[in-house]
């Protein structure tokens, strides 16, 4: 019974392996006849066997397994699905071969009670005659159902039924296991010293636990300092403005030279502040003066390099300054003549570039009514060609066909001879083949009927074996128990070693001395904390100052780059003269002329007429015929659509 239910449980696993989205049958098969070379040959055939059988006839064994879990076997576990399968298999196909001593044999080493409930529902005659033979007839025809598989079942119907009876018995009258003859065990009291009283340990201290500091309201709402610096902000912005726009209004004296009169002081007011602002706010030109501007938060380096560049371009200005007043001279005149010359330069250059494009642009006409005339001539030319390649295409195809379908009935008929000689030598073999197999299989059951009682002599004495190793391991161990057990010294942590050594204490009087040592490293890392935190405190309250002188400078400069802005805005606002070039006029009326013409030309064009569809020939329709049909129609449009692209890109390039 081992042995079968050994091979009962590798069949199972092996079909707990199968998936039947991904694998294959075959492939799997040959998958687990390589796992399975380490068994006897016998095995490894009845395993086979019984896994191909599952494999092939699934469908069929799932149809009882599923009603079986639905009507009956609702307590049983999806674990046993495929023992299920397994059983219904060989009770279906395997019965007759295997004979019904082996077949009982098989379902004893199995789970009794699961076996019970399964053969009963699978050998009711009901289920057999009614709903088993329907739901089967609808994958296989119903006489070769009823003749191989119903009525095999229903001549077996009373050895199933006495098995049944007979497993029920086992259930209910288990017999008990058989008393042992040798002497039961008496426990006996151990003779144990008893041991000292344990001296009372010093308690150790409770450490004391700091009090947390709770939760600060502030962390649950923003910061009013975040809403008192917004505030100073725009304050100091709003009041920068004003100091700019009162800088901008009043006079410069200190920018007037000295050797010149009051009378001009007036006329070059402006210039001098124009020429003045720039050159201390040289800011880009997109960063301060737009709405909504996003706050660039930045680092020590960045605060102080940008400090020292605003302080180098305060004293350059004072710098400068004090040079106006010792009476340096000034360059407003030469400007004004420099700009008077960009300007002229600009004009020339703008009438050359418009000649340029008006000359691109007239060429440009000029070839698409060139292009427009060759087209039209050569498509004359292609719709000719067209016509008589189709024609030729049409008779070459007709007779291609004509031969293709000759040929394919000559092989049609030669493939049907072919296999009716086939069937009729294949039906002579297979007679002599069931034979064959009959007996192989006979000769298999014997040689694992052989092979079970070997092992079943070889696990008795591995056994007897286990048993003898079993009671020498526990006389050792009894052995070992009576043998007294030494215990451990009482240690007292109060008292002092007395090896003579200096400075010796005892092990309370260390934990004090390295619990005050504790102690005084918080104190000293405290106090450290302290000093750096108001060290920082003194270089963040400088980095702030200096953020705010430059946040100042940056209003201020943002201001007068918004006032460039505006200034440049509006000269490029402002049109400028029409061109009154001639040779812009020349060449402006010949595009207009051409540009007539071509869509004169474009309107008096001829129109090409549909022509009327030619006639097709009668072919003989076979689904190679139309295949063939459409290959050629798409490997013709295919053709006439590059012809065409070629022949428009050889007329661009013309």
Known sequence: MAYYGKCI???????????????????????????????????????LEVLSGCLEYRKLLAVVVDAFYVRAGWLCRRADYNLFEVICYLATFQLDELGFQLFSDIIR????????????????????????????????????????????????????????????????????????????????????????????????????????????RSTYHPPKEQEQLEMTRRYNRWKAEELLLKVNIEEMRCAVPRSRGTTLVQGSEKKL??????????????????????????????????GSLYQRQVEKELQRVDKLVDGAGDFSEFLEWQKKMQAKD?????????????????????????????????KQKADQKKEEALDMELKLLTAELMQQCAERRLQ??????????????VQKNVKVAQMKLLKGRRQIVQEVIEESRELLQRTAEAAKE???RRCELIAQHRALET???????????????????????????????????????????????????QAKRARSQGLQNMVEQISLCRAAMGRSAALRWEQKKAQSAAPGPPSQDQRVLELRRRI?????????????????????????????????????LSLRNLYGGACASAWRSGRDAGATRK
Request: with cysteine; charged share 30%; aromatic share 6%.
């Open 109 to 216: 080493s199995q789970p009794l009670d699961k076996m019970c409930k399964f053969l009963g529902f699978l050998f009711n005659p009901l289920s057999l005659c009614s709903w088993i033979k329907d739901e089967w007839s609808l994958i296989y025809e119903t006489a070769h159902v009823s003749e191989n598989w119903i009525d095999p079942l229903m001549r077996w119907q009373p050895e199933v039924q006495e098995l049944i009876k007979q497993l029920e018995k086992v259930m209910t009258n288990q017999s008990p296991l058989p008393k042992t003859k040798a002497k039961v065990t008496e426990p006996k009291e151990f003779n144990l010293t008893v041991p000292r009283p344990r001296a009372i340990p010093v308690p150790e201290p409770v450490p004391v636990m700091t009090k947390p500091k709770p939760i600060p």
């Open 273 to 306: 502040q124009l020429r003045f602002m720039p050159r201390i706010l040289k800011t880009p030109k997109l960063t301060f003066y737009k709405p909504n501007n996003v706050p660039v938060k930045l680092n020590t380096a960045a605060i102080l390099r940008e």
């Open 412 to 425: 049609e008929e030669r493939s049907i001879k072919e296999l009716v000689e086939q069937v009729i030598e």
């Open 592 to 628: 207009e002329e051409s540009a007539a013409e071509r869509r004169k030309q474009a309107a008096s064009g001829p129109i090409s007429a549909p022509r009327a569809p030619r006639p097709k020939p009668r072919l003989l329709r076979t689904p190679r015929a139309t295949s063939v």
């Open 483 to 533: 043998q007294p057990m030494r215990k451990g010294k009482l240690v007292d942590l109060t008292q002092i070693p007395g090896y003579g050594l200096e400075g010796e204490m005892s092990v309370v009087e260390l934990r004090e001395r390295l619990a005050l040592l504790k102690e005084t490293q918080q104190r000293k890392e405290e106090e450290k904390r302290d000093q750096i935190i």
């Open 9 to 47: 449980e590798t069949v199972i696993e092996q079909l707990n392996k199968f998936k039947p989205e991904k694998d294959i049958p075959e492939q799997f098969l040959e998958a687990a006849s390589t796992s399975l070379q380490t068994l006897s040959p016998q095995k490894q055939a009845f395993i």
């Open 466 to 468: 286990e048993q003898k």
């Open 346 to 378: 600009q004009e020339e250059a703008l009438a050359a570039g418009e000649c340029r494009r008006l000359q691109g642009k007239l060429s440009r006409e000029e070839a698409i009514l060139a292009r427009q005339l060759l087209r039209q001539g050569n």
